[in-house]
């Protein structure tokens, strides 16, 4: 596996979110693989606690990034926290913190940021970055 | 009566009850009953971290319930009852004749179900635990939020999706 294909965080959340967002990064820097999609759509709770555990242990990657703060894939995540301490779970999630999280942990070429081992201070790094994109003009 | 909804859903508090149902309904405060959720101080903190500001969410087992469901249904603010099973419900509705409506909005898939909508999933006692509700004269209906149409139980209950 080329260091360019590792998967660096699952994105899930309702519909087709994680697909609209990851093909957002996909077009904007072609690395939308960096990053698994997952759906609640049809899921039951702990079918969707499963898929996300699983996708998180076949790509090693440790952190999600979920839509709604009380939806049903942020909720699932927190259950996982409760065994996986490490896991790091990001609500809100939007093209711009995903592709904050990316090219921290991986240069535009792909290969790993070195020196960076603290999953969960990257991930709350771009969250602020992303959160400072959401504004409001005109009116 | 300000409980608006009586709703079955087995992932509790999540996007379409706080967003999807509590938005349009103005929804002040959620009464989730679940034995299991009320003796686990872990699970309400988790349902507490899901909730919006200025929406409160009151746990507690069927048992208790059933004792104080009156003292919610004569608060003054909009709430919703909200269950995680079938069996749940039908232990409440066999307990108090004031719950009318029964609102399935999540029932999934596990083994021994089969697919009735897109959402609700049944094993014939599921089934059958709803029809003695209707019996009892309770108006069930699936609907998973307010933009889609009630599904009445005679129709979920013929209806089958594969897939």
């Not at chain 1, 820097?29 to 996300?52: H, K, Q, W, Y």
């Not at chain 2, 014939?124 to 069930?140: F, S, Y």
Request: aromatic share 4%; charged share 20%.
């Amino acid at each position: 596996m080329s260091e360019r294909s590792l998967v660096v965080a699952v994105v899930a959340g309702h519909g087709q979110f994680a697909d609209g967002l990851i093909s957002a990064v996909e077009q904007i820097t072609g690395r939308g693989s960096a990053f698994v999609a997952l759906t609640n759509s049809g899921l039951g709770p702990s079918e969707l606690e499963a898929r996300i555990l699983s996708s998180l242990d076949q790509t090693g990657a440790r952190v999600v990034f979920t839509d709604l703060p009380a939806g049903s894939c942020t909720m699932a995540t927190r259950r996982i926290q409760r065994t996986r301490s490490d896991v790091v779970l990001v609500t809100g999630a939007n093209v711009t913190v995903l592709m904050e999280f990316l090219f921290s942990i991986q240069s535009p070429l792909g290969t790993p940021v070195g020196g960076l081992t603290n999953v969960a201070a990257l991930a709350s790094a771009a969250a602020e970055k992303a959160r400072q994109t959401l504004v409001a003009t005109g009116g | 009566m300000s409980l608006l909804l009586h709703r079955i859903d087995d992932r509790f508090i999540h996007g379409q009850v706080v967003v999807g149902w509590g938005q349009p309904l103005e929804l002040k405060f959620i009464v989730l009953v679940d034995d299991d959720v009320a003796s686990s101080d872990w699970e309400q903190e988790l349902y507490r971290m899901g909730v919006p500001p200025g929406m409160d969410v009151y746990f507690h087992s069927v048992e208790e319930m059933t004792t104080r469901l009156s003292a919610y249904q004569s608060d003054d603010r909009v709430g919703m009852l909200l269950v995680g099973g079938i069996d749940t419900m039908q232990r409440l509705v066999a307990a108090h004749e004031s719950l009318r409506t029964v609102n399935v909005g999540g029932v999934h898939h596990a083994e021994g179900r089969v697919q009735r909508l897109r959402y609700v999933f049944l094993t014939p006692p599921e089934e059958a635990a709803l029809r003695d509700m209707q019996t009892r004269g309770v108006d069930v209906t699936a609907q998973d939020v307010p933009g889609t149409r009630p599904v009445p139980l005679n129709e979920l209950l013929t209806s089958r999706q594969d897939g």
